[in-house]
């Protein structure tokens, strides 16, 4: 390595990109699907929550009149559920004029919305998990790993556990009260809205709440196979529809992705232009602390500085077509090379101007390896698990990332920055092989965590750092968690004597996001 240039990994999470001004939540995915967005444009006095109830009211209602129906089966209910709710808000305003062509389009757009399974699994989670749930409604990965493990291991295992015996009233009451324990206790962090009670069929002189046992039924509805059983004869079936459906919600968001990038372009500022300002204020700080022993004695006449850039991107929008903009639009940077940038899930992008002789890999949602198949390497690993295929590993060599990579990372970085990645659990695999390959534990790799310090509109200076100082310990949490979890799977590593010695030999950092000069809209 030259005296003036350092190397650089930079691992971008969706906070990159609320960052650059995208709307690209879960939630404002699920606002703009099941037609609360919409209502929103129409109508702009209507509140999310006010709209979140009425959707919460009119699905309950359903469930309870057509619980033993076939009414759930397919997703022809929520379009249903979702248009008449629109129409029962937008009919609840008075005395506002309304923009009767904005009003059509926001209607034929929800007509035009292609509902999944997997949309009924989170519509019944939007309007029904509590704000105490470990398990939070728009928690897309989670719910996925939840929702294949009670019907690709859990109720299977019920089920065929009775296989042998003589089908009688009392196997199939014992068997359904299995069932119910077992739906549970896998699904026990789920905190749900009170919707009722009746007697407990399973349990002498106890209710059993309603919440639970409708998530069940919407679940069931929408996978369970017709004749209603789980084998080994079915299950890779059942996997794989289950699999097909998410690959269809999959494009949907791809679709919302690339209409918050198109919205954000049609603005004062183009999210790439925005997104370089920020890159650009992750890296300049280093070039103003390279270390004195790495420069020429004459520096800075010997060369301006030389950044050797990696960027990992867990969004699925800013990528390696980007590359020669973000070059020419970090100022402050003379020469910037760009080693390599990947989308580790996918890119979203227009299917109509696609090259043809270029597939792009699709998003995608996915498990991670250790919740199915367990962080040990002994024997009792079961690769036969149905859920495999829902792994990122897995998704990852299905949906062909590597692909479209014109390089690997480099063999040695001086910094590994985290910017906006919640550190969660789904992706612990990823950066435990990054830690790995540049041994954090014994090199002189520096670790940063940038964090979101809050939005202080409207409070005052000693609420804003009450919040500031709130985001931090939050982030603060989830880095000790994660450097904890690597330490208990690396070789030579002491667990939580890792965090004493990143901090002992100032190579572990928390920071708030920077301030961005160009305007945000």
């Known amino acids: 390595m030259k005296a003036n240039e350092y190397n650089h990994l930079i691992i971008l999470g969706n906070g990159f990109d609320l960052k650059c001004g995208l709307h690209t ?42 619980f033993y129906s076939d009414y759930f089966n397919g997703t022809e209910f929520i379009k249903e559920i979702v248009i008449n709710t629109f129409n029962e808000n937008i009919n609840s305003v008075i005395n506002v004029a309304l923009d009767m062509d904005k009003l059509n389009e926001q209607k034929d757009k929800l007509k035009k919305t ?117 084998d080994n004869k079915n299950i890779d079936n ?25 919205k954000k372009n049609k603005g004062k500022v183009p999210y790439v232009d925005i997104a370089s300002e920020l890159l650009s204020s992750i890296i300049q700080p280093h070039i103003e602390m390279l270390d004195a022993r790495k420069r020429p004695e ?34 402050t940077i003379e020469t910037l090379k760009i080693n390599s940038f990947t989308n580790i899930h996918g890119i979203a992008t227009d299917n109509s101007k696609k090259d043809l002789n270029k597939k792009l890999p699709d998003p995608i949602f996915g498990v991670d390896s250790y919740d199915v198949l367990g962080a040990s390497r002994e024997n009792n690993t079961n690769f036969d698990d149905p859920r495999i295929i829902f792994t990122k590993s897995f998704r990852l060599m299905d949906n062909h990332i590597n692909d479209i990579r014109t390089s690997n990372f480099q063999d040695n970085v001086d910094v590994i920055t985290f910017f906006g990645h919640s550190l969660s659990h ?10 790995d390959k540049y041994q954090i534990f014994n090199s002189n790799v520096k670790l940063q965590f ?51 010695k990143l901090m002992l030999e100032q190579r572990l950092s928390v920071l708030p996001y920077p301030k961005l000069y160009l305007e945000e809209e």
């Open 25 to 66: 939540t879960y939630e404002a995915f699920f606002d703009e699907r099941f037609g609360i967005e919409e209502a929103g444009e129409v109508v702009g006095t209507i509140s999310k929550s006010d709209f979140r109830k009425r959707l919460k009211e009119r699905l309950i209602q359903q469930i309870r009149e057509r």
């Open 114 to 230: 292609h509902y999944t399974k997997w949309d009924a699994i989170f519509l019944f989670a939007l309007v029904t998990l509590t704000n105490k749930s470990i398990v939070y409604w728009n928690d897309v990965e989670r719910i996925i790993y939840f929702v294949i493990t009670w019907m690709l291991k859990n109720y299977e295992k019920v089920k065929n556990s009775y296989v042998d015996e003589i089908m009688t009233y009392e196997y199939n009451e014992k068997s359904n009260a299995d069932l119910y324990l077992s739906f549970k206790q896998l699904f026990s962090d789920f905190d749900f809205e009170d919707l009722g009670n009746q007697k407990n069929k399973y349990i002498k002189n106890q209710v059993e709440p309603n919440a639970p046992r409708y998530l069940r039924l919407i679940i069931e509805k929408q996978f369970m196979p017709k004749n209603k059983w789980i």
């Open 238 to 262: 059942v996997a794989i529809e289950m699999l097909q459906s998410l690959n269809k919600f999959e494009k949907n968001f791809a679709g919302f992705i690339v209409e918050q990038i198109n």
């Open 298 to 331: 004459n520096y800075p006449s010997a060369g301006s500085p030389i950044v050797n850039l990696d960027i990992l991107n867990f969004n699925y929008s800013l990528n390696q077509n980007n590359i020669s903009r973000i070059e020419s639009r970090v100022k």
């Open 426 to 435: 789904a992706d612990y695999s990823y950066f435990e092989s990054i830690f």
């Open 450 to 500: 940038y964090y979101y310090p809050g939005n202080t509109k409207g409070k005052t200076k000693l609420e804003a750092q009450v919040e500031s100082k709130r985001q931090e310990r939050k982030i603060m949490k989830n880095v000790v968690e994660l450097l904890i979890s690597y330490g208990e799977t690396a070789a030579n590593v002491h667990e939580e004597n890792i965090v004493n």
